[in-house]
């Protein structure tokens, strides 16, 4: 009896105390109202030519197509995978099919799901970037909803998610967003074009910030750069400092053509630029350039990238030189300059600036093409060195890049470079 | 008239920049693609997986690095490359392969040896088929001199054995696609892995001393009808 009294003084208080953190992230992420859908106020959905071609051109900004369609498969009808710590996720198809799509969803419906990523399957998986999307204005994603009724009807089904427990289960949903999820004022940037465009329909923070362990953007981590879960990636920090070489005229024209003389879109920025930033007009370019380069400067950010542990870490940087002069002078020039429209400058450029070094050694690896756009119809390439240099040597050589060129303390090995050995698609 | 010379103006002004677009050298920017298939296409020595590319029929390079890029054929680092490159630029990098002289040496002189037996058989495939099992000879879509048709079949001089050996794997396992009717994934599935082997060997150790080009289009008719083969697209 003793013992359950006991067990009561302790576990009843304790039980309290739980339920009253429940309680209080519960209501932090927004209580009830995100899971419940809206009532169709059954307002129409507008077709007119303007609109639709609004539509389509905000769909663009916001890359939606890239996300929500398979390699291959026809546009909006879903099922690219996306690779996470907990498994796979499949895009849902967004046509106008009633059973498959979203074609029987109200336009009330939709803008839930943009906002407050719940929608009639449910909570959605942050991989969807509901809490950028929440900044949009109604007109902007009506606008989107109606340009996707107007795209092609696919009855086409997604393959399941294969996650593991317990992101398998979208309950498991609620207790992230208790932890993680807070709800933004709707259209509180509409004031500064450029913002909206970044934090909003671009989500550029789902790549360019740092995220915790747990997969959620850290809170001092905004477009402070960070490696992007699943694909092998660093995404630089957006900010003055790291964008000091370009003006905001070179910005825009990066953003649309995919190359500058100090920096290439290379991995997951050339799908960017190729499917989204390619089409934005001369102004929403200056907008978003301007608002970047108006960000203040992070402190030099932990990327997470940790070196693997002594031993196996032999000298290679007196021979770093020799490579260079060897494998990239010819291109890059013999002190980085590069040659403005063919070469990439390497002193001060992005990459070999940033504290991460996976970027520099990925294109040294396996190379790429930038991608074709309207301003870079013909795209340079850099060839791959992955059959050339042996990793040691690959090694050597980015430490001497970024020494040398981007002010970076660098001491990659053999066994660093072999850690990063592999062409991630998707 | 005022809009004549206006006219004629604007077409002085842009015909030289046009021009100059037309002739510029797509190679220079190709510096990735040398480093398996060579400076100017003829393949690698010791990268021998890779096939060469030169002279190969325009439209068939075409459709091979769009397939590249929408997954009909199935190669990581193919796809790496072309994954964000619009149908204008591919066209460009075939129309440069397809220009330069066709390879002319042969991928595997003597690097694997055939027995008479197997080789006599590898020929017969090559140019006369196998009635029983329904697979057509080679040379009867590729050419009497294996030299390719224009603008879809390519040449089958050349290749390197383990290349052409995982071709057919591919099509058989439905990794490779070719247009729709598929003829190549038909033959494959019909001919013996051993004859395969024989065959990708064979054809390893021709060469194409005489640099032939694809034979013009129309100058034969394959007798079928293949997805590749224009006679095949007016049909439908």
Aim: charged letters at 20%.
């Amino acid at each position: 009896m003793k013992w359950l009294r006991l067990i009561g003084l302790v576990a009843v208080p304790f039980a309290l105390l739980l339920m009253a953190i429940g309680l209080f992230l519960f209501a932090r992420q927004g209580g009830f109202a995100p899971y419940r859908l809206p009532q169709d106020s059954g307002r129409p959905i507008a077709h007119d030519a303007a609109t639709l071609a609004r539509g389509e051109y905000l769909a663009r900004i916001g890359d939606c197509e890239a996300c929500h369609t398979a390699p291959g498969g026809s546009a909006y009808a879903g099922g690219r995978r996306f690779a996470t710590d907990y498994g796979s996720i499949y895009s849902s198809n967004l046509t106008a099919d009633r059973e498959h799509g979203i074609g029987a969803w109200s336009r009330d419906e939709f803008a839930h799901a943009m906002r407050h990523g719940v929608s009639r399957r449910g909570p959605l998986y942050p991989v969807f970037p509901y809490e950028h999307f929440a900044t949009l204005s109604d007109a902007d994603i009506d606008a989107i909803f109606a340009y996707l009724r107007s795209v092609p009807a696919s009855a086409h089904v997604p393959p399941d998610n294969r996650l593991t427990f317990p992101a398998s289960w979208r309950g498991a949903l609620v207790l992230w967003r208790m932890l993680h999820y807070r709800p933004a004022a709707p259209a509180a940037t509409m004031d500064d074009r450029g913002r909206y465009l970044v934090d909003g329909l671009g989500h550029c923070a789902m790549c360019h910030s740092a995220r915790e362990a747990s997969g959620a953007l850290a809170v001092d981590g905004y477009l402070a750069g960070g490696r992007i879960p699943g694909s092998g990636w660093y995404a630089p920090p957006l900010d003055a400092k790291q964008l000091q070489h370009y003006s905001i005229d070179q910005l825009a024209d990066y953003l649309r053509a995919g190359v500058a003389d100090s920096g290439t879109a290379y991995g997951p920025m050339a799908e960017v630029v190729y499917r989204s930033l390619q089409y934005l007009n001369d102004e929403d370019a200056l907008a978003m350039a301007r608002y970047l380069k108006s960000v203040p400067a992070h402190p030099q950010h932990d990327s997470g990238f940790v070196l693997l542990p002594e031993p196996a870490r032999p000298s290679v940087a007196g021979n770093g030189a020799d490579i260079y002069r060897r494998a990239c002078a010819d291109c890059h020039g013999k002190d980085g300059e590069g040659e403005p429209g063919r070469y990439p400058r390497l002193r001060d450029a992005v990459a070999t600036r940033v504290p991460d070094p996976i970027d520099a050694v990925r294109m040294i690896l396996y190379g790429g093409f930038a991608p074709t756009t309207a301003r870079n119809p013909l795209p340079y390439s850099m060839p791959p060195f992955v059959q050339r240099l042996s990793a040691a040597d690959i090694a050597a050589v980015t430490n001497f890049v970024r020494e040398n060129f981007g002010g970076q303390h660098s001491s990659l090995t053999a066994t660093d470079i072999q850690a990063m050995h592999g062409i991630v698609l998707d | 008239m005022r809009a004549r010379i206006i006219v004629s103006t604007l077409l002085l002004a842009t015909t030289p920049f046009a021009h100059a677009e037309a002739t510029l050298d797509v190679g220079e920017r190709l510096t990735a693609c040398a480093t398996c298939h060579g400076q100017r296409g003829e393949g690698v020595q010791g990268a021998e997986y890779s096939p060469h590319l030169a002279g190969k029929p325009a439209g068939y390079l075409f459709e091979q690095l769009r397939g590249f890029r929408e997954g009909r054929r199935v190669s990581t680092s193919m796809t790496w490359y072309v994954r964000f490159a619009d149908d204008a630029f591919l066209h460009r990098i075939a129309d440069y392969y397809a220009a330069l002289p066709p390879r002319t040496r042969s991928a595997d002189a003597g690097a694997s040896q055939l027995t008479d037996e197997r080789r006599s058989k590898a020929q017969a495939l090559v140019e006369r088929g196998d009635a029983t099992r329904g697979v057509l000879a080679c040379n009867a879509c590729h050419g009497a001199n294996l030299a390719g048709l224009e603008p879809g079949i390519p040449a089958l001089l050349g290749l390197p054995i383990d290349y052409v050996i995982a071709q057919f794997g591919a099509w058989r396992e439905g990794i490779r696609h070719g247009a729709p009717p598929d003829c190549m994934r038909d033959i494959a599935e019909r001919i013996p892995a051993e004859d395969i082997r024989a065959v990708a060997a064979y054809l390893s150790q021709q060469s194409n001393i005489d640099g032939l080009r694809p034979a013009p289009a129309g100058s034969f008719v394959p007798p079928r009808t293949c997805g590749s083969l224009p006679h095949a697209q007016e049909a439908k």
